[in-house]
């Protein structure tokens, strides 16, 4: 296969072009000849003028690339390599999603031909690529697993925003349905990962490894949030303790925030969904993932007291919140917990205008029914710098408190900040 790929006898397909599937095939598509293919029409358009609709890519990105984007299942027919880097959202009852995994399983297996290999990519829980997908596979190609094709599983660590770790600079776990799958699949990532691959024992073995990383996080960070909500109620300053505590050599330093986007908050429930099903109830990693979800109501009832105890009114009272992306310095929205903390504010009767200088207005309305304000305006009793930007960074507290009246409060969340101005009073977790 891979002999055959690189004389571009074969072909590589990416499924899905996201924040995952579009940087790794563009990466396949400088060594590879590649299709790219997405149900989208709109981003498949987008990608055929050079453009990123996730919006993490320049146009130099595309240079130099042997690329096909569509959205026709016939284009997929004469690839041999495919790749599934579909989402894996949960749906409002914190219930595995595997709608779009499911749809691209059977786009696949539509395509599927004796020799080919399909890899997935997207964040699953331990199972779901053989007890799940396999079938779709197997039914709609009518080809037997591990005999007529084989599979795989290589999980994603890309971390949007950040230009350090991108796809071809991070370790990449792969697995294979056999040894020999195996060693194609590892031979075709490492072709492209200068950082090196790692095999993983089974498909089972590498679905796992992602998913705890992310509930690893998940739960480093409930810890942190659980300590905030109990030091702020003795008038202990967390992140003072913190820094007290990390100058042990076995510390693990994390910090206490809003957990929000498309992996941490989520992927933890596709592992708590798959215990559950096998009779397991999860407790410390369901405990976690309540902890940080109730954050922002934690937040909203702090920011009540503070207003209360500034004797503002809070009446007609206006707030100004700062950043709802889901983290600094990307226009990701996806499970924004900014958004939940707005909604708790405004069911205290309080106004609130939100600025963000990465998010898009007009995807912001449509997800959360909020109005973005492009500048702060008029006199706020506080604001809240809800997300790191590097653009709040560069200012000072005296210049983010410009809108806020004196006396009002300055919510750090996340303690960027060593203090507010003078006559503001100063909040971090
Ligand atoms: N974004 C990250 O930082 C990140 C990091 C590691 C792992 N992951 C995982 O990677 C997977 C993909 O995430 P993402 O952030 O790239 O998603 P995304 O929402 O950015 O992109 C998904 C793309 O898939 C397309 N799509 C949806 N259903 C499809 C189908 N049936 N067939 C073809 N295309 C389809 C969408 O139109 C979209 O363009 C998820 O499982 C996620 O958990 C994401």
């Avoid at 690329?67 to 595995?96: G, R, Y």
């Avoid at 399983?105 to 599927?112: P, R």
Wanted: net charge negative; hydrophobic share 40%; with cysteine.
């Amino acid at each position: 296969m891979l002999e055959k790929l690189i004389q571009k006898e074969a072909r590589i397909a990416v499924i899905g072009l996201g924040y995952v599937g579009l940087p790794l095939a563009l990466e396949f598509a400088r060594k590879y000849r590649v299709v790219g293919f997405d149900i989208n029409q709109e981003r498949v358009e987008m990608m055929q003028r050079a453009e990123d609709p996730s919006r993490e890519l320049p146009t130099s990105a595309f240079e130099g690339c042997d690329i096909s984007f569509t959205a026709a299942v016939e284009d997929l027919k004469n690839c041999q390599f495919f790749v599934v880097a579909v989402p894996t959202p949960i749906d409002q009852h914190n219930t595995p999603n595997l709608g779009p995994l499911f749809g691209a399983s059977k786009t696949v297996g539509q395509c599927l031909k004796a020799g080919d290999i399909v890899v997935y990519e997207s964040t699953v829980y331990p199972g779901c690529t053989e007890e799940d997908c396999l079938p779709i596979l197997e039914k709609e190609s009518g080809l037997k697993a591990g005999i007529d094709f084989h599979y795989g599983y290589s999980p994603e660590r890309i971390n949007p925003g950040d230009s350090e770790h991108t796809v071809c600079t991070i370790l990449k776990v792969v697995s294979g349905d056999t040894d020999e799958s195996a060693q194609t699949i590892e031979d075709v990532y490492a072709s492209i990962i200068t950082a090196g691959v790692y095999r993983a024992s089974s498909v089972k073995v590498a679905e796992a490894a992602k998913v705890i990383e992310n509930t690893q996080r998940d739960l480093n960070i409930a810890f942190m949030n659980e300590l905030s909500m109990i030091f702020d109620r003795m008038d202990i300053d967390t992140k003072g303790v913190i820094d007290a505590a990390a100058t042990k050599w076995n510390f693990l330093r994390f910090s206490p925030g809003l957990v929000g986007g498309h992996c941490i908050g989520v992927d933890p429930y596709y592992l708590t969904y798959k215990a559950q099903k096998i009779g397991y109830i999860p407790e410390v990693i369901l405990s976690g993932r309540r902890i940080n979800d109730g954050v922002p109501a934690f937040l909203a009832k702090r920011l009540i007291q503070l207003l209360v105890k500034s004797d503002l009114g809070l009446k007609n009272a206006r707030v100004l919140v700062r950043g709802i992306t889901f983290k600094e310095n990307v226009s990701d929205i996806r499970n924004s917990k900014v958004a939940d903390l707005v909604k708790e504010l405004e069911s205290f009767g309080l106004t609130v205008d939100v600025v963000d200088p990465y998010a898009n207005a007009h995807e912001v309305d449509e997800e959360y029914k909020i109005k973005l304000v492009s500048e702060p305006s008029g006199e706020y009793v506080a604001t809240v710098i809800a997300v790191a930007h590097q653009d709040y960074l560069k200012q000072t507290p005296n210049q983010l408190c410009t809108h806020v009246v004196s006396g009002g409060v300055f919510m750090d969340i996340k303690g960027l900040f060593a203090g507010a101005p003078d006559g503001y009073a100063y909040w971090r977790m």
